[in-house]
Each structure stands twice: as structure tokens, then as C-alpha cells.
Nanobody, 114 residues
Framework: VQLQASGGGLVQPGGSLRLSCAAS????????MGWYRQAPGKQRELVAI???????TYVDSYKGRFTISRDNAKNTVYLQMNSLKPEDTGVYYC?????????WGQGTLVTVSS
């Protein structure tokens, strides 16, 4: 499985970005997909996940601002990020989990700064 994340960039506080992660292979619809953030000098942490059935879970600090979604026809998971804050800055990674196996994308950098 290969994962290609895109959509990061520099945005002002209060702005929005949409991240995308395209997956290769035929098992995307069976996978639980997640977005994680790694701030400079910090460990990678969960942002949100979406199950194969479309159930979503968010870490509290992102609830109401971020939305995870998936398009199984395009093998793609999205993260819509609104009301961005400087503390949202980091490299965002997508994660693909199925049948006990996990794969990571290369990450896309999001910088929230004025």
C-alpha cells in the first residue's frame, strides 16, 4: 500500500485547508483511515479516524473544526481543517489500517502563522 498525502501549506490563523491522501491497492474500502499530526520536536498524535463503515472519531481539540471523510471510489481520505490555530502546525500523516497491518504516508506540512 502506498499513500500520497497532499494539500498542506502556509495559512493564516482562522483559515482553512483541505488535506487529501490517496491510497494504492484494492483494500481501501476495508481500511480504517486516520490523520495524525506531528509538531516539531513532539511525538506523532492522532487527529481523527474514519472506519470502513464511515464512523468518525476526533480528538477533542479538533472537534467542531476538522472533518474527516472518505471517497472509496477514489481511494482517498480527506481532512477538512477550518478555524486553524497556530498550535495546529505540524506535519500531517495519513494512516491506513486493515487486517492488523498499518501503513503511513509521507506527510504534508501545515503551517499556521500570520
Amino acid at each position: 500500500v502506498q499513500l500520497q498525502a497532499s494539500g498542506g501549506g502556509l495559512v493564516q490563523p482562522g483559515g482553512s485547508l483541505r488535506l487529501s491522501c490517496a491510497a494504492s491497492g484494492s483494500r481501501f474500502s476495508l481500511a480504517t483511515m486516520g490523520w495524525y499530526r506531528q509538531a516539531p520536536g513532539k511525538q506523532r498524535e492522532l487527529v481523527a479516524i474514519i472506519s470502513s463503515g464511515g464512523t468518525t472519531t476526533y480528538v477533542d481539540s479538533y472537534k467542531g473544526r476538522f472533518t474527516i471523510s472518505r471517497d472509496n471510489a477514489k481511494n482517498t481520505v480527506y481532512l477538512q481543517m477550518n478555524s486553524l490555530k497556530p498550535e495546529d502546525t505540524g506535519v500531517y500523516y495519513c494512516n491506513f489500517r486493515v487486517a492488523g497491518l498499518a501503513y503511513w504516508g509521507q506527510g504534508t506540512l501545515v503551517t499556521v502563522s500570520s
